[in-house]
């Protein structure tokens, strides 16, 4: 009889654990209902800091200024274990009652804008318009508005929580904070992680993972006509280039190749000794994006060997490949945890998320079969990289609340 009350003793704690995991019911938590109000309430206060943060530079590889910033208001909003690690990622956590499960939300600190680009933010009504303002201003601000909110109603979890404002999301910075965060500043330590990037209640669940590489093709050079006969960079390029144009690829797994910049040569009147271009490869597919890498490589030995054997290799030519990004494919199964939650959460706020795929900060777990997500913050916008990006707050704040109920459901 007492084995039996243990046993039906563990049941009840177990579906007790199973309906408190449920979003529907977790909605019905007066500390989730106050952080909600709180959402609401902060909103305007947000959208400030939103701008404000904006207004602070972070171009490509120079995020420290923001990050100081952000450095600063996690401390205001008591994290603990407020640090900088080596990359420059703002990291502070959040503890629950046990350290795991350990949920991470990120957003991005890094713009595509240059050093002196004016980031002045200019609002009317609900649209707001500023370099950055959305990408990823808009990701570190609903992040600080959970953290906000979290603290505020004094919402309980059973597992940890960790905040993460990163550098390097965008072009060449090539999710190096990200590769740092993983490999090394909290390596093996992370069990779901969710970044917020763009705008809107979408979910990211796979990957667009790519390579890009800047290809020289060298040779000795000389005078068009006196030195005719020898081979020639250009030439051999434009094999390579004809080579690459014929690839079959994939349209599912979508497998894309670009070349996107050519250059080289000095004059009309000479054989050029250098000519170079850049490329870049897709695929969500780990195996599709390798295979197609394959071939290009294999396209640039052929491209060279024809030209030489058909100059008698005089002045012969050589190639070289050099990676300058690699974006780690990979994706988080549409049944696993962290999908299904993020699919009901929306659904017990009554937002009707699609799930589609991008190149986040998220490829970079999902590419280490660690659970990963990528979230919009909310609201909507136009001009993503351009200077003329707007941001329209339009119930901004449901991005906020839906990422608060999202952690607070995964953290358990
Ligand atoms: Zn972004």
Known sequence: MARNIGILFTLCIAVAQCYAQDPQTL????????????????????????ARICEIAAPPFHEEQRGLELKKLFEELRLENVHIDKAGNVIGTRSGSS?????VLAAHLDTVFPEGTN???TREGNIMKGPGIGDDCRGLVTMLGVIRAL??????????????ADVGEEGLGDLRGMKQLFNESMRGQIDQFISIDGLGLGIT???????????????????????????NPI??????????????VPSNPKTTFNVGRVGGGTSVNAIPFEAWMEVDMRSADVNSLNAVNDKFKAALNEAVQEENQRWNNKGPVSVSAEMVGLRPAGNTPPDSHIVT???????ALGVNSHVGEGSTDSNVPMNLHIPAITIGGGGSGTGAHSLGETY?????????????????????
């Open 27 to 50: 909605i019905k938590d007066p500390t989730v209902i106050a952080a909600f109000d709180a959402i609401k309430r902060n909103e305007p206060r947000m959208l400030s800091e939103q």
């Open 99 to 103: 350290p795991h499960p350990n949920v």
């Open 119 to 121: 980031v002045k933010v």
């Open 151 to 164: 603290q505020e109603a004094n919402v309980k979890t059973p597992g940890s929580l960790t905040f993460v």
């Open 205 to 231: 669940d796979v990957g667009v993972g790519s390579y890009r590489y800047k290809v020289t093709f060298k040779g000795p050079g000389g005078h068009s006509y006196g030195a005719f006969g020898m081979a």
């Open 235 to 248: 030439q051999a390029m434009g094999r390579a280039i004809a080579k690459i144009d014929a690839f079959q």
């Open 341 to 347: 939650t993020a699919l009901e959460v929306s659904k």
């Open 392 to 412: 329209d707050c339009t119930d901004s704040w449901k991005g906020t609340q839906r990422a608060l109920l999202l952690v607070v459901s995964l953290a358990r």
